[in-house]
Structures are given as structure tokens and as C-alpha cells.
T-cell receptor, first 115, second 113 residues
Framework: ETGVTQTPRHLVMGMTNKKSLKCEQH?????MYWYKQSAKKPLELMFV???????ENNSVPSRFSPECPNSSHLFLHLHTLQPEDSALYLC??????????????FGEGSRLTVL | AQSVAQPEDQVNVAEGNPLTVKCTYS??????LFWYVQYPNRGLQFLLK????DNLVKGSYGFEAEFNKSQTSFHLKKPSALVSDSALYFC???????????WGAGTKLIIKP
């Protein structure tokens, strides 16, 4: 496998469920990201992990809980979500030490629907 | 504050005609500018970037973009559009001292046969 892989591609959950999104990168990068994509809005950065340490948390509600067990894997744990959390969740990776000049590599996203 | 504007929600172009997708930005320092494309039901793919040097940047799939510092713009262009170019295009910027990207809201490009 190459690139960034996200599972599941589609997820439907009730507001009381607990689920997780998984991301795996095969590019040897040292930074991983979670983004939220809603229609006709800019991408919203949720979390950034560099060398497995969280370096950014953009005021994301605590019902979203990230986990980065190693530099290749990133999870987003979901608990008691709201319908407005329905969106496409994108994982990305990059070489963090490029200090901004490196591009992001994205997975295909997990489409989340909260009922 | 850093910001990116993509003034057009949608751009319609006939196949074979030139296309332009507009992007203007605001950053406090020297900008790093990016274009990404998103095909239906897919993640974003990197197209091209401007970091320094020549103002005209060439990227994937025949796309290019011109950095204009005085107009703070980074418009995406292609001389001859293909139906397969139909997708959502995102402009993004960061300044040289900040790793976080600021994104535009995206422009839907529709190429008609």
C-alpha cells in the first residue's frame, strides 16, 4: 500500500455511540493531521501530531479525542457526537520539519453521518 | 490575520478553452502558497506550490499558477481545459514562520464538453 489510508470510508452513528476513525500513512512522514471538511467551507484543522506529540488542538470539542500511537498511525475517537458533526474527516501527513514548505498528503476521507 | 479568498464558488469553462481559478491571500510575512484539487469522493491532492523564485509555477496535470506579490494573488491557470479537470480546487497559504495552512473555501470547476 502507498500513501495515506483511512478507514472506514463511511460511518453512520447515533449520538450516543462510540466509534473511531483510523488513518495510516506509508510515506515515512513525521507529522499527521486531522481535518474536518464541510460543504462550501474552508478546511478546519482539528489536530496536528509531530513525532507522536500533539502540537495543535484548534479548540476542538472534547467529544473528539485523537490518538497517535506511532508516526504511522492516527486515530480519531468519537463519542456523543452531534448532528452538526456530520462531515468528511480527512487525515493528512507531511514532513513537519519542512517548516511549511512541504505539501500535505491526504487520505480519501471518512464520511461521517450522525443521526 | 492570515486569510485566503476564492471569490468564485463555481467556474464554468468549455472544453479546450483556457481556465482560471482565482485566489487572493493575506499574510504577515512571506507567503507559501499552494493549490490542491479534490475529485468527487476523494481526498485532496497537491497540485503545485510557490515558495520562492520564479513567479510562474508549473504543477501537475498541465496546471500552472502565477504569484503576484503586488496584487497578493495566486491564480491557477491551464491553457486548455479537459472534462477530467472538473473538480473542487482549494487555495491555501501559510507564512514562512507558521506551519499551519489557511484554506480557501474552494472553487468548483466544471468543464463542459
Amino acid at each position: 500500500e502507498t500513501g495515506v489510508t483511512q478507514t472506514p470510508r463511511h460511518l453512520v452513528m447515533g449520538m450516543t455511540n462510540k466509534k473511531s476513525l483510523k488513518c495510516e500513512q506509508h510515506l515515512g512522514h513525521n507529522a499527521m493531521y486531522w481535518y474536518k471538511q464541510s460543504a462550501k467551507k474552508p478546511l478546519e484543522l482539528m489536530f496536528v501530531y509531530s513525532l507522536e506529540e500533539r502540537v495543535e488542538n484548534n479548540s476542538v470539542p472534547s467529544r473528539f479525542s485523537p490518538e497517535c500511537p506511532n508516526s504511522s498511525h492516527l486515530f480519531l475517537h468519537l463519542h456523543t457526537l452531534q448532528p452538526e458533526d456530520s462531515a468528511l474527516y480527512l487525515c493528512a501527513s507531511s514532513q513537519f520539519r519542512d517548516r511549511g514548505s512541504g505539501e500535505l498528503f491526504f487520505g480519501e476521507g471518512s464520511r461521517l453521518t450522525v443521526l | 490575520a492570515q486569510s485566503v479568498a476564492q471569490p468564485e464558488d463555481q467556474v464554468n469553462v468549455a472544453e479546450g478553452n483556457p481556465l482560471t481559478v482565482k485566489c487572493t491571500y493575506s499574510v504577515s510575512g512571506n507567503p507559501y502558497l499552494f493549490w490542491y484539487v479534490q475529485y468527487p469522493n476523494r481526498g485532496l491532492q497537491f497540485l503545485l506550490k510557490y515558495i520562492t523564485g520564479d513567479n510562474l509555477v508549473k504543477g501537475s496535470y498541465g496546471f500552472e499558477a502565477e504569484f503576484n506579490k503586488s496584487q497578493t494573488s495566486f491564480h491557477l491557470k491551464k491553457p486548455s481545459a479537459l472534462v477530467s479537470d472538473s473538480a473542487l480546487y482549494f487555495c491555501a497559504v501559510r507564512d514562512a514562520g507558521n506551519y499551519q495552512l489557511i484554506w480557501g473555501a474552494g472553487t468548483k470547476l466544471i468543464i463542459k464538453p
